[in-house]
């Protein structure tokens, strides 16, 4: 593999690859530059914001199309869409429902031993909750989310179905097959969200970029992945769910059993973060207003911004079917990473899964409706 006409987009790896059974570790050069993430959220003018992410995505559009995606380019395999979609959500879900259980059982055990301590007359004054059960609590929103049929939006007509249902009549149209298949594979980032552009920008019209953690597909994969990751960012609003600003609200099984109703999602301007001055090494927390609505109305437009370069560009000029595509990946970022998020967060875990369930609906919706059939 020759990497030297993508030094300057990635880090520099050092040393030995670490070889593992289904993955390759590197060891990188550390670069001192903020997150495009962190960036955006510390900006507090809606044009300054705007124009800056412009800029960013311009630039890494161009270097993804220029240099990378150009790289190991051929024909997708037969069996892309079943490895790559379906199968993918099947185990990503079975692996989550696995971790899931075991957290419980976890979490029970723990409360089990706090409410024997609690037995003891002088430590009662210091346990008088478990510290598990608020964690309890989301663990069993997962669990629900996880085994509905259909969520229901209070006081809306609004029902979002399970992505399985989705992907099963999906998988059953031709049509839609031959659309999500692409025309060919490239090397591609693999997970092209906020957190992993890194940007350095010492005058306002020179903006550097570097892009870190790739996803290893190495074998190649569609670059309207990376294009879904980004849309995953920007319109699916990960990052806001990633830093606790955009979470689930109120979640409870409906009678029948099989669905849930939901208030959606709750917007949190001001957030608990940790104060950092002082040399005694208490830890002290304070509320700070961090994101506002204004940095979600410019993520809104950025997500348009990005399919709006790429079709400026014509980077995808021989491929109809990108947004569909792109979007599609968007939806399934949301319905496969809870795993990934459980163990630390089962709050963002649950918000995660809601949005997944949110935009696969979306999707359809717009898919049947024809709206991907418009560049």
Not at 300 to 329: C, G, M, T
């Amino acid at each position: 593999m020759q990497y030297d006409d993508l030094r300057g987009l990635f880090p520099d790896i050092v040393g030995s690859p670490d070889e593992r059974e289904s993955s390759f570790s590197y060891e990188t050069t550390y670069f001192e530059m903020p997150t495009l993430r962190s960036v955006l959220f510390g900006m507090k003018d809606q044009g300054e914001m705007l124009t800056f992410g412009e800029k960013v995505l311009e630039r890494v559009l161009d270097q993804l199309f220029r240099r990378l995606y150009v790289k190991k380019v051929a024909r997708p395999e037969d069996q892309f869409v079943n490895v790559w979609v379906r199968d993918k959500y099947a185990r990503r879900l079975k692996e989550t429902k696995a971790l899931l259980a075991e957290l419980r059982k976890n979490a029970e055990t723990v409360d089990t031993i706090l409410a024997e301590l609690r037995s003891y007359e002088k430590l009662e004054a210091f346990l008088p909750f478990s510290p598990r059960q608020v964690q309890m609590a989301d663990l069993q929103q997962v669990d629900w989310l996880l085994s509905a049929q259909s969520v229901r939006l209070d006081l809306s007509p609004t029902v979002w179905r399970e992505p399985a249902q989705i992907l099963t009549e999906l998988a059953a149209q031709p049509e839609f097959l031959d659309k999500v298949t692409p025309p060919r594979v490239s090397w591609i980032h693999g997970d092209l969200h906020l957190g992993n552009i890194l940007v350095d920008y010492p005058h306002p019209e020179i903006i550097h970029v570097k892009l870190i953690d790739p996803g290893g597909y190495l074998q190649g994969h569609d670059p309207a992945y990376d294009i879904g990751k980004l849309l995953h960012s920007f319109h699916g609003e990960y990052d806001f769910i990633h830093e606790g600003y955009l979470t689930i609200k109120c979640l409870a099984p409906e009678p029948n059993g099989t669905s849930l109703i939901s208030g959606g999602f709750d917007f949190i301007e001001w957030n608990t973060v940790p104060l950092k001055e002082g040399g005694s090494g208490d830890i002290s927390e304070t509320l700070k207003k961090q994101v506002s609505g204004g940095h979600r109305y410019v993520f809104a437009q950025l997500a348009q911004k990005v399919e709006e370069l790429i079709n400026d560009k014509a980077y995808f000029s021989d491929d109809p079917h990108w947004r569909l595509r792109a979007h599609f990946y968007e939806a399934m970022h949301f319905c496969t990473m809870a795993k990934f998020h459980l163990k630390e967060d089962p709050k963002r875990t649950a918000t995660i899964i809601l949005r997944g369930i949110q935009l696969i609906n979306e999707f359809y919706s717009d898919y049947k409706n024809g709206l991907f059939d418009k560049n």
